[in-house]
């Protein structure tokens, strides 16, 4: 049933014929670590130059991701060598959540090629 309202006209809140009315809230809001699940082992890639301001949506994604995939394992990689104290934050409180719930965590660095050794020529 339909109601017919009068008064004067309210303009759409979205734009026909564009998907979502021209308004990407996931563009706004969008996530800060990034993450893969496979083999019920949580992989989550935190940057390691995040700030103040992004530190509690990180922590607050990668403990909305624990709690829905309920993984086996996480492993939290940081994206560099330096990671900010932000960084060391949201892992903390990734960890701190892991041990409540009883999931192992582990945490990968950045990784370094490592020079071939057996490639280069013997000294005489």
């Known amino acids: 049933m339909r109601m017919m309202v009068s008064g004067p006209a309210v303009p759409p ?4 014929g564009v998907p979502h009315g021209g308004h990407f809230p996931w563009k706004e809001n ?6 893969v699940l496979a083999d019920g082992i949580l992989h989550v890639t935190l940057p390691c130059d995040l700030d103040v301001t992004a530190r509690a949506p990180a922590a607050l994604e990668t403990e909305a991701l624990v709690h ?3 993984p086996r394992l996480v492993e ?21 959540l892991c041990a409540r719930l009883g999931i192992p965590i582990t945490v990968v660095g950045p990784t370094t090629a490592q020079p071939d050794v057996s490639a280069e020529p013997a000294a005489a």
């Open 13 to 16: 809140l979205r734009r026909p």
């Open 68 to 70: 829905a995939y309920r």
């Open 76 to 96: 939290v990689k940081l994206g560099g060598r330096d990671p900010s104290s932000a960084s060391l934050s949201t892992l903390v409180r990734a960890r701190r």
């Open 30 to 35: 969008a996530m800060v670590i990034s993450h």
